[in-house]
């Protein structure tokens, strides 16, 4: 269950009252993230690069706890644990909707992750299936290595994390851009710097366990 945060009780109470009134209240932010040591444990482990981010970001993610608070008509609420909805390509080059929980060690977070994915391919909904509030939104452009991302917005105040594709610098090492967009009534800078350190330290420990899972 998720617990409610007074705003009599929250250090941010005014700048919350101030972001919470502005038409676009969104603060977005685009970093170039070293996967060179992650994309050679994936290959070495035949696992997906794909799902071992989500799960190093969702990780991350849930370190942070302004990521996992929302806006409620009654004030602000904060959860345990925020599972991912993540996009699914489809045949017809649309897209489905995929709901991911990732408190599970790696090996088993991928093979859920498998099932989970073919299920939702078969759905074909974006229609999501759990409290969507409790939600991060995961989204991908690995076609693209890009330098700015402007995502779509309603009116909630779900964090939408998305990556593009990964490519050598100048030094060989791999980088991607990954972008994060948060409602700026709940999340200040340094809560988005506090992600990208989480995600360094994920990004870490999900290689030294997929060279451990056995070939």
Sequence with gaps: MPTNIPLSDYPRRDHFQYFASLPNPYVGVTVNVDV???????KAAKASFYLCFM??????ADKVPQFRQRIHPEGIIQYDHCPTSHIELLED??????????QFPLKEYLTKAETARNAARQNASIEEEEDVDSMVFI????????????????????????????????????????TVLAHHALVDGIHIARFYEQLDGQLAQLTAELKGLPR
Aim: with cysteine.
């Design 36 to 42: 060179t040591e992650l994309v050679a444990a994936c």
């Design 55 to 60: 799960h190093a970001a969702a990780l991350a």
């Design 93 to 102: 080059e649309t897209y489905c909707y995929c709901t991911l929980r990732h």
């Design 139 to 178: 989204s991908s452009l690995p076609w693209l290595h890009y330098t700015a991302f402007v995502q779509p917005t309603g009116k909630d105040s779900n964090p939408r994390i998305s990556w593009g594709k990964y490519e050598e610098d100048h030094r060989g090492r791999l980088m991607m851009p990954v």
